[in-house]
């Protein structure tokens, strides 16, 4: 299962932008799903989990009442809203899932991967 990014890019402070993660093969509705993030010279975080129907997710403390977590099973996708950006939030975003269920593993125990998309806050 290979999962694709997008939407990433180059926002000024205070700005949105909203990222998605799906595949074209295999449908994402049987796994939970988790958004990470690596800044520059830091270690991999988790930022969000989504489970498999929707109806429960999680932020970490940092992003939490600024980005949203969605998943729309008829497009096979998960979104992560990213609203009112820090300079902090430059980092490459990456979405993993796990067919093991909410909530969400530490990034080394996620089963699969995508390859990651940049986000970069500056002005």
């Known amino acids: 299962l290979q999962l694709v990014e997008s939407g990433g890019g180059l926002v000024q402070p205070g700005g949105s932008l909203r990222l998605s993660c799906t595949n074209s093969?295999?449908?994402?509705?049987?796994?939970?799903i988790g958004w990470y993030r690596r800044a520059p010279g830091k270690e991999r975080e988790g930022v969000s989990c989504?489970?498999?129907?929707?109806?429960?997710?999680n932020y970490a403390d940092s992003v939490k009442g600024r980005f949203t977590i969605s998943r729309d099973n008829t497009k096979n996708t998960v979104y992560l809203q990213m609203n009112s950006l820090k300079p902090e939030d430059t980092a490459v975003y990456y979405c993993?899932?796990?067919?093991?269920?909410?909530?969400?593993?530490?990034?080394?125990?996620?089963?699969?991967w995508g390859a990651g998309t940049l986000l970069s806050v500056s002005s």
């Open positions: 993993a899932a796990d067919s093991r269920g909410y909530p969400c593993r530490d990034y080394w125990e996620m089963e699969y």
């Open positions: 093969d295999f449908p994402l509705d049987v796994y939970a």
């Open positions: 989504i489970s498999s129907s929707g109806d429960n997710t």
